[in-house]
């Protein structure tokens, strides 16, 4: 049997690989490798018992490092990991450090590459590309792309992205796997009253909303206006505190008067998809919260000056806003959309094209 090893280190690649685990254990050789980039026991200890990861999950040590440094552990650990394992090939997704460290370490060992999720490519407001050298997540996901043998893209228009930008790896269009994931646990996911009463929270009707990327947090101007948007919201506003966001509210002194902010804790994925299907709008920063709203129905607002989800921005279902007071009201005060294309993200059969793609990279 082939050996795939998989390369992940932060709370969205834990969920990714979570939609994708059992199928790559049936089919390969699956070893684990964790980055240890989201170290924090509230992102990565949780996720892990949610879904059950045990001694599955090699974890690197990096410590505490951070930025550069950190990179550059990631780098040596992983070309030692891969050396060692001998993979016959190397799985990666999104666009984080870690990504780009699986890319790097990857080809220095001749070891065929998968990406998931590629072809996204990040555009601001008026619809022009983000450079790579303006966002770090942007170089990540473009670098990795012409690092990699295969492209695995969760639509046509990432693959055209591919194309686009002369990728020279296979270009396969397989959709979502987080749509995968959440077709199968929608039917158990706990009630938004289950959640709001074991956190002891009173709030009908409640907005959902998650802020954790840099644009947001380590500006002490920004992130004091944006809290204070909104607490002065309407209705109350469920906001799970990553812990990058309750540093910095740390760190900036930010201190919240009694308004909407419901603060919570970090939530397992379960809770939050829950949570999502009972909320009147969604307003997050996180591309995959954009997503997961979409599938449930439910509008979102992207707190981000850029998305790459642009898809989702030509559907109507999500706005893209910034952290601007009134873009934020008046897209809340937008109607929802009247159409919802179910197939935008697929059929719920991504992990196995994907698990298909590879096997064919490996003949």
Known sequence: MRTLLTILGTRPQYIKYAAMSAVLHDAFDALVVDTGQHYDASLSGQLKREFHFGDELHTLDTGRLGGAERFAAMLAQLDTAIAEQRPDVILCFGDTDSTLAAGLAAVRRQVPLCHVEAGERGRHADGSRVPTWLVPEEGNRVMVDHLASLLCCTTTEAAMHCADDGCQGRTVVTGDIMYDLYL?????????????????VSATPYYLCTIHRPVNTDDPAR?????????????????????????RMRRFDIVLSPGALRLLPPLSHGDLLGLLSGTERVLTDSGGVTREAYFRA???LCLDDITAWTVLLRTGWCTLTGADATAIHTALDAPVPLLHDNSLFGDGNASGRIIEAIRELCI
């Open 223 to 247: 992130l004091s206006s944006l809290l204070f948007t909104l607490n002065n919201l309407p209705h109350p506003v469920l906001l799970p505190l990553h812990p990058r966001t309750a540093e």
């Open 184 to 200: 199968r646990s929608r039917a158990a996911l706990p009630s938004p009253q289950d959640i709001l009463t074991r956190y002891d």
């Open 298 to 300: 439910v509008p979102s």
